[in-house]
């Protein structure tokens, strides 16, 4: 943290020249993306609050260009995996609620054949594992051609590996964790996400299937048999299901989802009222033992420790959490510390790829972030 306002100033205005250098790059590459909104805070306090590009900016099939409207910080985005962990923080206040958490991590080890059907010929798969990435579920659906049947047709995609015995990140896992909230609670899942999360948070904007404009929300890919995806879910399974699923599909404004992000940063809660109870927010910010997958720990639902990450607070006591989401959406956050960071972009317009340029692009701006 930067207690001197000039070397805050210093460093906030690199953290401005990064984003520009990546919406308008000087070496003749593509633009990375057309739309970007970076937050910073610090104890609560926003130290930056950027919003550049445009909304859409492509050529279409007959050659002209299209743009659409200046970004601002309240333009929605496609959060895209981000979506989990807000999927994540409804299930557990769910289970605060059932009395799940009293025993910690093991009140999570129900199976949840206990809800759903299909697995009850299967060895158990818990609700732990699917939070944590390790039920031997598949990563994605292959079969997830949109259709009256898609739901009907996901429910055969089933564990290809013993629970537990391995880490690999699953958007098929969420999917059925959002099933089993359905099922154990009889409500739809975007009901119940409103209800325990975005409602408690006055998060007003964040939401699946945006009514809102068009020139109010970033674009995504031109897709094959979709055209130029603006609105909709990016996800193509999400999309298949029909938009509401536990995997993706959630959009969101960086004020919202900063405003998730200082709910879990201060133990749960939101201007004074308990939204997830501080036993929650430690499953969240906590590793879990066993095997991982990645240059980060696991913890329920979300991500501890990736170097992206661990550039926002490198010397922090805690080690920063969160979540990336693949449209180009990021969130950390230094658990009982002080900082807490957004970015909210949309890189896979109009088409995907540049993963390695991302990634080095997100790794430096949590560097600037971790520097003001």
């Keep these: 943290m930067n207690e001197h306002p000039a070397s805050r100033a210093t460093a906030a205005t690199a953290l401005r020249d990064h984003l520009l250098g990546a919406l308008h790059p000087g070496d003749g590459s593509a633009p990375l993306f057309s739309a970007v909104v970076v937050l910073v805070s610090d104890a609560g306090e926003r130290l930056v609050s950027e919003a550049h590009g445009l909304t859409a900016d492509y050529v279409d099939e007959s050659g002209r260009r299209r743009s659409g409207a200046p970004v601002t910080v309240d333009t929605l ?38 809800w759903l059907p299909e697995y009850r010929e299967l060895p158990a798969v818990t609700l732990l594992d699917l939070l944590t990435h390790r039920s031997g579920l598949p990563g994605e659906w292959g079969d997830n051609a949109p259709g009256p049947d898609a739901w009907e047709r996901f429910r055969t995609v089933l564990p290809t590996g013993p629970a537990g015995a391995g880490h690999a990140y699953s958007c098929v896992g969420f999917i059925w964790l959002g099933l089993c909230l359905e099922a154990m609670t009889g409500r739809r899942l975007d009901e119940l996400l409103g209800e325990r999360i975005l409602r408690p948070l006055g998060l007003a904007r964040t939401g699946y299937r945006p009514s809102s404009r068009l020139e109010g929300i970033a674009a995504t890919e031109i897709q094959p048999g979709r055209g130029l995806v603006h609105g909709e879910v990016h996800d193509e399974t999400a999309w298949a299901l029909g938009g509401v699923s536990g995997n993706a599909g959630l959009f969101g404004t960086a004020g919202d989802l ?98 390695e340029r991302f990634a080095a692009f997100r790794q430096k701006l949590m560097e600037l972030a971790g520097d003001l």
């Design 77 to 114: 985005f496609d959060l895209a995996s981000i979506t989990k962990s807000f999927v994540t923080a409804t299930a557990l206040a769910e289970f605060r609620d059932r009395g799940y958490l009293e025993s910690g991590l093991e009140g999570l080890r129900i199976p949840v054949s206990e």
């Design 258 to 355: 900063l405003a998730f992000a200082e709910m879990l940063r201060i133990g749960g809660t939101h201007e004074g009222v308990e939204v997830l109870s501080p036993s929650a927010v430690d499953l969240m910010t906590t590793p879990v033992s066993g095997p991982v997958s990645g240059e980060y720990e696991q913890a329920v639902g979300l991500r501890v420790g990736e170097p992206w990450l661990r550039a926002l607070a490198p010397t922090s006591a805690r080690t920063p959490a969160g979540h990336g989401g693949y449209t180009g959406t990021a969130f950390g956050f230094v658990p009982e510390g002080r900082r807490s960071a957004v970015l909210l972009s949309n890189r896979v317009h109009p088409q995907r790829g540049a993963d």
